[in-house]
């Protein structure tokens, strides 16, 4: 099991049209990125008139694509409709054709989600061993690390063997991007309140157990929604539904307490000179919530890496999404997953992981 | 449907040795509250030598109780083998024996939350026409209200009728005890990201329209997990495991932003200047999210009104649960429960709601 980083150059493709502001926010996060990452490349895709201030910038080639799934268009229209779409062009770009090398390592759109996830699993598929691809994000924990959370709501009504394979996924992406090879892994439960959660997940929290005992996961137990923040495991598992829930009610809850301090402080003159004098901990505080930080959430289990950023993501936040999506590539973030399956998926329940002892299945990433 | 308060006095129930600190808590709180709800009156149940500061209390009497439920103690035991314990000779005041108003409107206790619904549901069953009771409590939003939200963790794995009942049920707690008459009920679900919301959701969707378009709800239709800090509607429903995560999250991440303030405005001295200066502001600020203002959870649904308290509430904690108890009994939820049962249910999918035209069925409320 080596993991060695991919030699350079690592190759991201950019959807530079997705989200809500295009070009506008995508490409100074793209010079930005270029500028903090020496030997990557980019591939630029949209409109060629919307990217011509690109044309020149160094380690960089724009790809053309005439069409823009919008964030309102409904998953069939990014499907079959907008066939030469900016999201869908990026995707492509990480297809190996003939035996070629790939031509990106991953991709990074600020597309619809849903869309996104759609055109992904259509072009990509799924990786061998994983029935239901899912979507991770980071969030900030008290211990000052990240929390990874899957799934955030590309499955709703997930089985058992679902959460074991997120379990699998997120563990991979934890030791790619954030360098903890064996992260501690929790299932998301409820407290006493009620009969300690479904079936379900009493049946995942089996598969979990065995997993662990065997050596093959950092299998912590259970935990509750407040372990999340209080960082007690690096990855929290759970059903999308759940999961989409806890992570808008959380940015509901911090734009809200967010919200209150502004208003508190802008509330009257003596208010305001208050602010004024505690600016530099407010704007401390600021940086530690500061979700655009944590942009860059991964649709993991295909046959491919494709990062989705934030739709409202600013420049920042969307370089941020394109460093995670780096890291991810050059990791070796596929090889991971793959190694993972063949090691947890193969010995226990997941059918269809016929290819596991083939260690070059997923090399189309290393090529 | 009149809705005229019930005649004083209205009695509260208090299990004074339930949660974390028992009558060090419990006690202080009930003579706060017997000061500010001058024709209120109180029946105290715990060991007598533990409330023995108590006795000579106006509109206050102590009912003996030998055992404690612990926070620790299994369902079982509350439920079979500590048959004095506070808590439970607390829910029976407020069952009626022979024709006889009940001894209590009101049950509150701070006990761990299994023991006490499993206690409550034993004793006093649930109501015809709710085939199980939810936790509801309420939420700050940005729109400076409140968002009540139920189930917070009683189920698991709520049927589409639960969630129509959850909502019937909701729409009476805030008309009692907030006065919003028709209140309006979001149903919780995920964005676009998925295949919005499982097979469940989509059936409670169209009982909560069917009852809405009936004129029996205020439905305002789905909801998603920032909507409720945002306030978008009065309540929201939502499975219990659902529920009872996105709480416990939204305790953590609240609980990890007053940390990071702290720690901020603490680390040096310039720092504890700016926290100083701004004091008052972060006094008003931390009054707007504090949870122990929202203290008092309802356990709905059942044959008797009982309120939980947070565990580790402290005296001002638990008098507000306190007054919600006291508002809920004095506005006659259990009337406003069943003629929400009457009105809505019965028309539509529930059966067993057979005295549903007897409008005295649970008047031992109003007794």
Redesign the interface.
Known sequence: MTHAPLPDPVRLVVDCMGGDHGPSVTLPACRAFLDKHPTAELLLVGQPEALKSAVAWPRCRIVAASEVVTMDDP?EVALRRKRDSSMRVAIQQLKARDGEPVLAHACVSAG???AL?AVAKVLLKTVAGIDRPA?AAVM???AGRFTTVLD??????SAAENLLQFAVLGSALVSAVDGIEEPSVGL?N??????K???T?KQAGELLRAAGSAGQLNFYGNV???????GTTDIVV?D???G??????????????G???KA??T?DW??M???L??????N??KH??DHRRFNGAALLGLRGLVFKSHGSADAFAFEMALARAYDAARNRLLDRVHERIVATLQASTVTGATDAGDKAAPAAQAA
């Open positions: 998953i619809n989600t849903g996830m979507i900030p924990n008290a955030l709501g590309a499955n709703v009504d998301l409820i407290g006493e309140e009620a009969i959660g479904s079936e997940i509750e929604g407040n372990d999340i923040f209080k759970c999308g539904f759940v989409n829930v806890m992570l808008k009610a959380s940015e509901g809850l911090a734009g809200m307490m919200g209150f301090i508190e402080f509330r003596l208010s000179l208050g602010g004098l505690a600016r530099p901990v407010l401390r505080f530690r919530v």
